[in-house]
């Protein structure tokens, strides 16, 4: 048996595509409304920041948010911000997907590593990283609210 449906990944690239992806990208970050996410995308644009979507035919199912960073640990590599697929489609290999596309993607444009950080209660998405994907757990990451 084949599996006839299309899935491909684009980077989105305009405030249409953009406004395609928040209800999904409204799934992970919930406290954003509509004109939140389309300033600060905007602005994150400006610093590098790329959006790029899984599609199955012609609905998006995962997204992962990135960018460039360099610094002495992880020396040049991929800092993913964002990584979502939409509930009604979790469970498909769309994530894995997603994420591999973009580990061969950095592979091939010079990246030493993928880096990311997940919230201490989504216990199910670091099984995800950790079991499936081999990311290794080797730090904790602090804020502070000013």
């Not at 035919?57 to 997204?63: A, P, R, T, Y």
């Not at 800092?79 to 997603?98: A, C, H, M, P, W």
Request: proline share 1%; charged share 25%; aromatic share 16%.
């Amino acid at each position: 048996m084949t599996n006839s449906t299309l899935e491909t990944i684009s980077e989105l690239i305009n405030t249409k595509q953009w406004l395609e992806a928040f209800p999904i990208m409204k799934q992970l970050r919930t406290d954003l409304t509509e004109e939140t996410y389309i300033e600060l995308l905007q602005d994150m644009s400006k610093d590098g920041y790329k959006l790029y979507a899984m599609y199955v035919e012609d609905e998006i199912v995962s997204l992962v948010g990135l960018s460039w960073r360099i610094n002495f640990y992880n020396k040049r590599h991929i800092f993913i911000y964002d990584l979502v697929t939409d509930v009604s489609q979790r469970s498909f290999g769309y994530g894995e997907k997603l994420l591999k596309y973009i580990h061969d993607w950095a592979n091939e444009n010079g990246a030493e590593y993928v880096a990311l950080e997940s919230g201490l209660q989504r216990s199910d998405a670091h099984r995800f990283y950790e079991d499936k994907l081999n990311y290794d757990k080797w730090c904790y990451s602090f804020r502070k609210p000013l």
